[in-house]
């Protein structure tokens, strides 16, 4: 991960243990995602075992692990910091 945005130069590290709130998004997501894997296994298998259901869940953590870290650390920052207009589709590196 970048320690400013190449764009705007916002730093993504704004204060030490910032993103311990992201864990939270990243529990909400997790759920969405376990949610979704239930239903998709008790529609598609529904004489599944509970190993079985413990496995995919197991299985979509693990392959969705790089996809909600970023994307809870990006719903975080955004909580946080205000998307300006002014700075979007700027390549040069500035200091705010
Ligand atoms: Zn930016």
Avoid at 26 to 54: C, G, H, Q
Avoid at 64 to 72: A, E, I, K, N, V
Avoid at 76 to 89: H, L, N
Wanted: glycine residues 6%; charged residues 10%; positive net charge.
């Amino acid at each position: 991960m970048h320690s400013h945005c190449p764009h705007c130069a916002q730093s993504f590290e704004p204060e030490p243990g910032f993103y311990f709130g992201a864990m939270f998004v990243s529990y909400a997501i997790n759920t969405a995602l376990f949610i979704a894997a239930w239903v998709a296994l008790t529609v598609v298998y529904p004489d599944y075992s509970l190993t079985m259901l413990l496995g995919l869940l197991t299985g979509v953590v693990i392959l969705g692990l790089p996809l909600t870290y970023r994307l809870s650390r990006s719903i975080w920052i955004a909580i946080f910091v205000r998307y300006d207009r002014k700075f979007a589709g700027e390549t040069t590196m500035k200091q705010r």
